[in-house]
């Protein structure tokens, strides 16, 4: 993120830094910045697909710290592409530098990975915790930038694009944000967050006489997130002088010295701008001057006031309002209560899809929950089965595609997916996106269950914020390939259960009060954590299963979001944990007994009990029976076959939508 190489330039001069005691403060956060930032600073593994509980704590403890000192924090959040789309190739280089990251893990290199569910993990915490965010319309820079200055507060951050907006307050790295340290002042005045704070002026200082109205052209000829150096490169040919930027001077912050000393000669954008189309082509010269300041203009603070939306909860910006998007989705999207992936799959018709720690040999995880993402796909973008009828010869030229980009092995691929034609029970000329909130919640509800193909009767002995969770490992159950493996099955339940162990016992309310064998029980089960693991081996295939898993629970999650969630939505820091399922998965096949760990507390397991009954009631009595060895060679020829074939097939499920097995046709990228 940022302007390319400034962050190691600036942490190698201490001097650009003034010293911070953040407390009595508004703070304005970068919530993509400081989720990533805890993230890491709380993982101990990043192979098994995310600890969602002990990062859950560390959002937590921050928080805390803020309170402590008073610290008012307001998070903002990215949103989605927005409609010109302009990052799309910084985001086709990250994920591939992600699928590079993963791989890597897969073989058991070093890295860091953060899971599928962290953001979603993230969002969940805010709201426990009451801590107030927005989350943008679209990249959120500008808006946080404006806000810090409407309050004349700090940025904290972890993005090099703060040292260039002008910030009244100033801007604060995550890095050097000492929030694990609060200082207890002498005085009146209270404990503090030691802090280190981006000095502009000390960093224009450093470059004689550079004005700090000249740093939005050095980022955007420099290059960040929004321009590539290579349309400068007969520029910096033309001037390049061994005084001041030659690779031998300056070593390999060279250029990025050598362009600073340059603009220092100029008193304002402008001057340094005609400077610079000086040395190009006249044919290139509007192009590149349009570029120039187009890039220059995403370091002007936003005229978004995020204050009123933090006010009184209205969010108005004008790329909302050329969208035309449905004002109920806008304001969902404000609120946090859609992803992201929903706006860009509206506004774009593109998405991407996080790769995982998962086996780069066999298709992407993301395929099994396909059918779902064509769903909410087909409510997004009003494909009924009624246009079908009405046209049966332009059924798939008319149905509406939308843009993938996902992992094909080791390589970014991009596919166009067709959205799922709806049932006219649910989805006809009186239920619009726009009207899809005024829709019954028991509709709602049949047709989020019907799409996983479960029956709300199979869900009555699961508590209510579990059965989306179960819902959609029925559905998981019935779509992965290859099956799923009953040890894999069990540990999944176990790990379930020992979230709700932790729950009752940790954070008891008033309703349901801790009884003393589940106390005990939860005490055996830490004792258990304790004991050294016999096989620490990494199995790839029971990883790639798991991921398949968090793939369905993700798109799980947002079609219940946007039906407005009729199911309950679980608290995803106590419902996943990769280090535990992968545990228990290796302790259940060598010690079938693992499966009795909550034996000390009836209601414990007359859960798992429960859990495991309603998912085996939806697959058939022989699914975990082993195949015989005609059906294994059978099965290996038909996936050499698949192998070849140019498109994904679909699993086979039963929906309330039809879903096209040629729906999602590869094309490489």
């Known amino acids: 993120m940022g302007v390319q190489g400034l962050t190691g330039f600036v942490e190698e001069h201490g001097a650009f830094f003034t010293e911070l005691r953040v407390r009595d403060t508004k703070l304005v956060i970068d919530g993509s910045s400081l989720y990533h930032q805890l993230y890491f600073a709380s993982a101990v593994d990043f192979r098994r697909g995310g600890d969602y509980g002990p990062f859950a704590a560390a959002i937590r403890d921050f928080f805390g710290s803020l309170r402590a000192c008073r610290v008012a924090p307001f998070v903002v959040l990215d949103g989605g592409r927005g409609a010109d789309d302009r990052k799309l190739c910084t985001l086709r280089a990250r994920a591939a530098e992600r699928l590079r990251a993963a791989h890597g893990l897969s073989r058991g290199e070093g890295g860091c990975l953060v899971p599928l569910l962290t953001r979603e993990a993230f969002v969940q915490a805010l709201g426990r915790l009451g801590v107030p965010f927005v989350q943008c319309f679209a990249e959120a820079d500008r808006e946080i930038a404006g806000l810090a200055n409407r309050w004349g507060c700090p940025v904290l951050s972890l993005d090099s694009d703060f040292c260039v907006?002008?910030?009244?307050?100033?801007?604060?790295?995550?890095?050097?944000?000492q929030w694990r340290s609060v200082c207890?002042?002498?005085?009146?005045e209270g404990c503090y967050v030691p802090a280190r704070c981006f000095s502009v002026e000390r960093f224009c200082r450093h470059f004689g006489r550079l004005n700090k109205s000249l740093l939005p052209l050095f980022a955007a000829m420099n290059g960040n997130d929004y321009i590539d150096l290579a349309a400068l490169q007969v520029f910096f040919s033309k001037v390049r002088s061994p005084q001041r930027w030659a690779s031998g001077k300056g070593g390999?912050?060279?250029?990025?010295?050598?362009?600073?000393?340059?603009?220092?000669?100029?008193?304002?954008?402008?001057?340094?701008?005609?400077?610079?189309?000086?040395?190009?082509?006249?044919?290139?010269?509007?192009?590149?001057?349009?570029?120039?300041?187009?890039?220059?203009?995403?370091?002007?603070?936003?005229?978004?006031?995020?204050?009123?939306?933090?006010?009184?909860?209205?969010?108005?910006?004008?790329?909302?309002?050329?969208?035309?998007?449905?004002?109920?989705?806008?304001?969902?999207?404000?609120?946090?209560?859609?992803?992201?992936?929903?706006?860009?799959?509206?506004?774009?018709?593109?998405?991407f899809l996080h790769v995982?720690?998962?086996?780069?040999?066999?298709?992407?995880?993301?395929?099994?929950?396909?059918?779902?993402?064509?769903?909410?796909?087909?409510?997004?973008?009003?494909?009924?089965?009624?246009?079908?009828?009405?046209?049966?010869?332009?059924?798939?030229?008319?149905?509406?595609?939308?843009?993938?980009?996902?992992?094909?092995?080791?390589?970014?691929?991009?596919?166009?997916?067709?959205a799922a034609s709806l049932s006219t029970d649910f989805c006809d000329d009186h239920f619009p996106l726009d009207k899809l909130i005024e829709v019954p919640m028991s509709c709602r509800q049949m047709f989020f269950l019907e799409t996983l193909g479960v029956k709300m009767s199979f869900l009555e002995s699961t508590p209510s914020h579990l059965q989306l969770p179960v819902a959609v490992t029925c559905y998981w159950m019935r779509c992965s390939e290859p099956k799923v493996k009953l040890h894999q099955l069990?540990?999944?339940?176990?790990?379930?259960?020992?979230?709700?162990?932790?729950?009752?016992?940790?954070?008891p309310d008033d309703a349901v009060l801790c009884a003393e064998d589940d106390s005990m029980a939860y005490k055996e089960f830490l004792k258990w954590k304790e004991k050294e693991l016999q096989n620490k081996a990494f199995d790839l295939d029971a990883a790639h299963s798991f991921c398949q898993w968090q793939c369905c629970l993700q798109m799980g999650l947002y079609l219940n979001q946007l039906l407005c969630t009729p199911l309950a939505e679980p608290d995803l820091s106590r419902l996943y944990s990769g280090t535990l399922v992968h545990r228990l998965y290796?302790?259940?096949?060598?010690?079938?007994?693992?499966?009795?760990?909550?034996?000390?507390?009836?209601?414990?397991?007359?859960?798992?009990?429960?859990?495991?009954?309603?998912?085996?009631?939806?697959?058939?009595?022989?699914?975990?029976?082993?195949?015989?060895?005609?059906?294994?060679?059978?099965?290996?020829?038909?996936?050499?076959?698949?192998?070849?074939?140019?498109?994904?097939?679909?699993?086979?499920?039963?929906?309330?939508?039809?879903?096209?097995?040629?729906?999602?046709?590869?094309?490489?990228?």
């Open 165 to 177: 907006f002008d910030l009244t307050a100033g801007y604060c790295p995550l890095t050097h944000f």
């Open 184 to 188: 207890a002042a002498e005085g009146a």
């Open 252 to 351: 390999k912050h060279g250029r990025l010295l050598g362009l600073l000393n340059w603009l220092s000669q100029f008193a304002e954008p402008t001057e340094a701008v005609n400077n610079v189309l000086g040395h190009l082509k006249k044919h290139q010269r509007e192009e590149i001057r349009e570029l120039l300041c187009a890039s220059m203009e995403d370091y002007t603070p936003s005229s978004v006031n995020l204050e009123e939306f933090f006010q009184s909860g209205k969010y108005d910006c004008e790329a909302g309002r050329n969208s035309d998007l449905q004002q109920w989705v806008l304001d969902a999207l404000a609120k946090g209560k859609l992803a992201p992936f929903i706006s860009d799959a509206l506004i774009v018709r593109s998405t």
């Open 356 to 418: 995982q720690v998962e086996n780069m040999q066999r298709p992407s995880a993301h395929s099994t929950a396909l059918p779902i993402r064509q769903v909410i796909y087909g409510l997004l973008l009003k494909v009924s089965q009624n246009n079908e009828a009405a046209a049966p010869s332009k059924q798939t030229s008319n149905q509406p595609v939308v843009c993938e980009f996902d992992r094909l092995q080791k390589t970014l691929k991009k596919t166009f997916v067709q």
């Open 490 to 507: 069990k540990a999944l339940l176990l790990m379930i259960v020992s979230g709700e162990l932790h729950r009752i016992t940790t954070d």
């Open 586 to 669: 290796q302790e259940l096949k060598s010690s079938p007994s693992v499966e009795n760990l909550f034996s000390l507390s009836p209601k414990m397991t007359q859960l798992y009990q429960a859990l495991l009954n309603t998912v085996e009631s939806t697959i058939s009595p022989d699914f975990f029976q082993k195949m015989t060895k005609s059906e294994s060679c059978k099965k290996k020829k038909a996936s050499k076959k698949k192998k070849k074939a140019v498109g994904r097939a679909l699993p086979e499920t039963q929906h309330l939508c039809s879903v096209n097995r040629f729906a999602s046709l590869g094309v490489d990228d």
